[in-house]
């Protein structure tokens, strides 16, 4: 079993989700007393937060090379960054060490493909809606068709994640929020719709919805265990 690296803590919150995941996985996987091989670095997120909305992305960058150069020195083999809006600075972090980048959205837009998804709404952070580092990807990688919210929806999208969701606060008004501007992502097109931005999973289930859901944090970590697991010889 090979190690995986988690850059963190932004937020706590979707963080313990990816350990609980994986660990599950590798569970699932190898059975008996089996776990991961982790090793996680989490960052103050209200740093990271503050560089954000500064627009002071050059900073936030050093701030997750710094993490994923520790990562490299204890021993991980591969490096997931733990959240769907810092990958706008994935380029940055990965030239610091020779880890390789499991990258989210690829991971995302691999499994949408291989269930003949060709459009998708799009949810996250106004940066990864709004931003092309995110839906560049899905569409010049993999040409899909990204949908999303409104502005006065995306204002909505964003201030739950960084108000109620980051903050542990998992509101039932925000549900219904959410799963309206879903609906409407559907009435424009949507065949499925990627939460992305790894604490809307905390806020909306499948059970919430017939819409197809995509979870980019149980995705990610998916991946991370089937990368971890494929070249397990015991």
């Not at 627009?55 to 991980?76: C, F, I, N, R």
């Not at 964003?158 to 309206?180: M, P």
């Amino acid at each position: 079993m090979r190690t995986i690296g988690l850059i963190g803590g932004m937020s706590w919150e979707s963080t313990q989700t990816y350990y609980q995941l994986i660990n599950q996985q590798v569970k699932h996987q190898l059975g008996g007393l089996h776990s991961a091989k982790v090793h996680l670095v989490s960052v103050d997120f209200a740093e990271i937060a503050k560089l954000q909305h500064q627009d002071d992305w050059q900073g936030a960058a050093k701030v997750l090379a710094a993490a994923a150069h520790s990562l490299e020195k204890s021993g991980a083999e591969i490096l997931l960054i733990c959240t769907n809006t810092m990958h706008k600075v994935a380029n940055e972090v990965v030239e610091n060490v020779a880890l390789p980048l499991l990258h989210i959205a690829d991971a995302s837009a691999e499994q949408l493909i291989a269930d003949g998804i060709d459009c998708v709404g799009l949810l996250g952070t106004r940066f990864t809606m709004e931003q092309d580092f995110y839906k560049s990807r899905l569409v010049e990688g993999y040409a899909m068709e990204v949908l999303i919210p409104n502005e006065a929806q995306r204002d909505q999208v964003h201030n739950v994640i960084y108000d109620s969701l980051c903050q542990g606060q998992v509101k039932a008004e925000d549900r219904r929020a959410y799963l309206a501007i879903i609906d409407d992502l559907v009435k424009r097109g949507a065949q499925a719709i990627i939460l992305g931005c790894t604490e809307i999973g905390l806020l909306v289930a499948q059970s919430d919805t017939s819409i197809p859901l995509y979870d980019t944090t149980a995705i990610h970590a998916k991946s991370a265990v089937a990368w971890a697991l494929s070249k397990e010889t015991n």
